[in-house]
């Protein structure tokens, strides 16, 4: 089984910085890697698809980048409606797994 | 508008069963693999199984395997979760969803509560 081991676990940031998500694979993968974004109450959304591609409607502040074991989701400038709980999660081996979350906050 | 709507949860005593249905609109639902994602309360996402598009594969988290059946029956556009000697750790919202390049399309979830 692949673990994805996502850090920071807690990230407090302000509204207008720059978040950057790291998710890290024990074994390295194809890159079908995906981030999903939840807020409490809800149930998730896809944000990023294959490790950098945007789902539809995605606003383009959200990116994704990186391959092999190393992932990165990068917020560019966040927004009030952006403090949330992320996860990323690997489609390309059985079982899927996801991380463990990273939640942004509002410092 | 895709839409997907679990149903089925409770209350259950532990070694109980429980049978959820997620019934699909919107898209073609005989054209894409289906999962079921749970979360147990204040914890995060946890993929339990998954179905192929016609059914005809199956696949399982190892905290589920045999007791757990997903399936399909693509004429009522409906996925199906079989659960069998449900335990404590089993207690979480149960999420089904549409698997396309990711999970796209999400329910809001059906939550399921093992205990005595």
């Known amino acids: 089984e692949i673990v994805l081991t996502q850090s920071p676990a807690t990230l407090s940031l302000s509204p207008g910085e720059r978040a950057t998500l790291s998710c890290r694979a024990s074994?390295?993968?194809?890159?079908?890697l995906a981030w999903y974004q939840q807020k409490p109450g809800q149930a998730p959304r896809l944000l990023i698809y294959d490790a950098s591609s945007r789902a539809t409607g995605i606003p383009a502040r959200f990116s994704g980048s990186g391959s092999g074991t190393d992932f990165t989701l990068t917020i560019s400038s966040l927004e009030p409606e952006d403090f949330a709980v992320y996860y990323c999660?690997?489609?390309?081996?059985?079982?899927?797994?996801f991380g463990g979350g990273t939640k942004v906050e509002i410092k | 508008e895709v839409q997907l709507l679990e149903s089925g949860g409770g209350l259950v005593q532990p070694g109980g069963s429980l049978r959820l249905s997620c019934a699909a609109s919107?898209?073609?639902?005989?054209?894409?693999?289906m999962s079921w994602v749970r979360q147990a309360p204040g914890k995060g996402l946890e993929w339990v199984s998954a179905?192929?598009?016609?059914?005809?594969?199956?696949y399982y988290a190892d905290s589920v395997k045999g007791r757990f059946s997903i399936s399909r029956d693509n004429s009522k556009n409906t996925l199906f979760l079989q659960m069998n000697s449900l335990r404590g750790d089993d207690t979480a919202v149960y999420y089904c969803?549409?698997?396309?390049?990711?999970?796209?399309?999400w329910g809001q979830g059906t939550l399921v509560t093992v205990s005595s």
């Open positions: 919107g898209f073609t639902f005989s054209s894409y693999a």
């Open positions: 999660q690997q489609r390309g081996n059985w079982p899927l797994t």
């Open positions: 969803a549409k698997d396309n390049v990711g999970f796209d399309s």
């Open positions: 179905v192929s598009h016609i059914g005809t594969s199956t």
């Open positions: 074994q390295s993968f194809s890159n079908y």
